[in-house]
């Protein structure tokens, strides 16, 4: 069973936090990884891609010339996809590019991300992430005693909205809740921080069905 350190913002132990094999113990699946992250990216997609048909650009619709007898290929429209400035044939249009994920597809994907952060050693489990008030310098001061000096995703169990207003102008750093963790995020960012009521109610939720107590 994989055990973390808990600590506190000070950067001192306070205690360990046994965690569940079937969420952190996992066979790191490259494939749901994969999924996952093309199904985040697709959904993110704007879709706003937009060509002109012929029956949209600019041109009159008269007949250039005659059918017959002038010895240029005959031709009905200024506007024919055969000419320059004309319309566009199987052009992009709008559209969504979101698709349906299974959720099992999805939580499996969630289980290796987070096997992943914690064998390569970039988890951290801190006993609460309350803070004094909202100013960035204050959570920038702790982050630095933890030791992190690259991107971070920040997990929270609850609300938290002195926290969410001092993470926002860090740059790198994502502050989210636990109901909103994917594994993009945790793939995106260097190191992921939760707090402990956070990561015991992330693995609650993520347990497979038929294993969960």
Sequence with gaps: ???????NLANEKVGT?????EVFGVKV?????????????????????????RAEVKGSGRKLWRQ????????????SPLW???????GPQPRDYSYHLPRKVLLGALR?????????GKLLVVDKLELENHKTRNLRQALDRLGVDKTLLIVEGDENPKLELASRNLAGVKHVLTRAVHPYDLLAHDQVLFSQAAIEKLQKAIMPHAKRT
Excluded: D, F
Excluded at 1 to 7: D, G, Q, S
Excluded at 84 to 90: L, M, P, Y
């Design 29 to 53: 699946n490259q494939v749901l990884l994969w999924e996952a992250v093309k199904h985040y990216l697709a959904a993110r997609r704007r879709g706003t891609h937009k060509t002109k048909t």
């Design 112 to 120: 290796s991300a987070l096997t992943a952060k914690l064998q390569a």
């Design 68 to 79: 017959k007898g002038t010895g240029r290929a005959r031709v009905g429209s200024i506007r």
């Design 84 to 90: 320059r400035h004309g319309g566009i044939v199987h």
């Design 17 to 21: 936090l046994a965690l569940r094999e």
């Design 1 to 7: 069973m994989p055990v973390v350190e808990v600590k």
